[in-house]
């Protein structure tokens, strides 16, 4: 045999193995590039949340810029709520409190607040009593009917009047949906209240760290 055709051959098996090592070296690389890239939020982009003029419990006027810098962990129900908005109301302020144990320093850039979908009823004394029976860091926000409507139209709530109660009251039929904006007013994403107890919080807390940076 040609002894240049076996140097050849030699070669080519050297070669081989090179590039396939190479071509390996290129996927595990990019393998670690997706692993290492950020998470887009899941409602990055989308137009939730924005202007507002709302009162507080102390009858002070607050807009939606006052929060510049902040987190902002915003609800919508009414505090005449039997059973639904109680529940939510009593995880948001569990998880919060789960993540000021994780997570001091972030927990104190997040401002949860409460808008009601019912301003007829809810004033702002009852807002307050309302909000401060979970957490005296949350914040309850009310207003005029034009004002609380414009805010559920920002925040693409769903909200309306349901049926009467036997009390001569009323139910407020609305979205359940707790949201997780940035320090710039930004949509981020959802925050999970389905779940009870301890691990629901600190559930709830780990969302908000998986997000905040």
Same mark, same amino acid.
């Given at each position: 045999m040609? +002894?240049?055709?076996k140097t050849s051959a030699l070669s080519n098996v050297i070669r081989k193995p090179a590039a396939l090592l190479g071509a390996l070296a290129l996927v595990l690389s990019a393998c670690a590039a997706e692993e290492t890239a +950020?998470?887009?939020p899941p409602l990055a982009g989308s137009s939730i949340g924005g202007s507002f003029e709302l009162v507080d419990s102390a009858g002070e006027t607050v807009r939606w810029d006052d929060f510049t810098g902040q987190y902002r962990v915003v609800y919508f129900g009414f505090a005449y709520c039997p059973a639904i908005c109680p529940t939510d109301m009593q995880r948001i302020a569990r998880g919060m409190a789960a993540l000021e144990e994780s997570d001091p320093n972030l927990a104190a850039q997040v401002q949860p607040i409460f808008i009601t979908v019912d301003p007829a009823r809810d004033t702002p004394q009852v807002v307050g009593e309302f909000t401060s029976a979970f957490s005296d860091d949350i914040m309850g926000l009310t207003g005029t009917q034009e004002q609380v409507d414009r805010a559920i139209d920002e925040f693409k709530v769903t909200a309306y009047r349901g049926e009467d109660t036997p009390d001569g009251g009323y139910l407020m039929e609305h979205?359940?949906?707790?949201? /997780?904006? %940035?320090?710039? %007013?930004? +949509?981020?994403?959802? /925050?999970p209240t389905d779940q009870p107890g301890r691990e629901g919080a600190e559930t709830f807390a780990a969302e908000i760290r998986k997000w905040a940076n």
């Amino acid at each position: 045999m040609n +002894p240049h055709a076996k140097t050849s051959a030699l070669s080519n098996v050297i070669r081989k193995p090179a590039a396939l090592l190479g071509a390996l070296a290129l996927v595990l690389s990019a393998c670690a590039a997706e692993e290492t890239a +950020p998470l887009e939020p899941p409602l990055a982009g989308s137009s939730i949340g924005g202007s507002f003029e709302l009162v507080d419990s102390a009858g002070e006027t607050v807009r939606w810029d006052d929060f510049t810098g902040q987190y902002r962990v915003v609800y919508f129900g009414f505090a005449y709520c039997p059973a639904i908005c109680p529940t939510d109301m009593q995880r948001i302020a569990r998880g919060m409190a789960a993540l000021e144990e994780s997570d001091p320093n972030l927990a104190a850039q997040v401002q949860p607040i409460f808008i009601t979908v019912d301003p007829a009823r809810d004033t702002p004394q009852v807002v307050g009593e309302f909000t401060s029976a979970f957490s005296d860091d949350i914040m309850g926000l009310t207003g005029t009917q034009e004002q609380v409507d414009r805010a559920i139209d920002e925040f693409k709530v769903t909200a309306y009047r349901g049926e009467d109660t036997p009390d001569g009251g009323y139910l407020m039929e609305h979205s359940r949906i707790v949201y /997780l904006f %940035g320090p710039q %007013g930004e +949509p981020i994403a959802t /925050l999970p209240t389905d779940q009870p107890g301890r691990e629901g919080a600190e559930t709830f807390a780990a969302e908000i760290r998986k997000w905040a940076n």
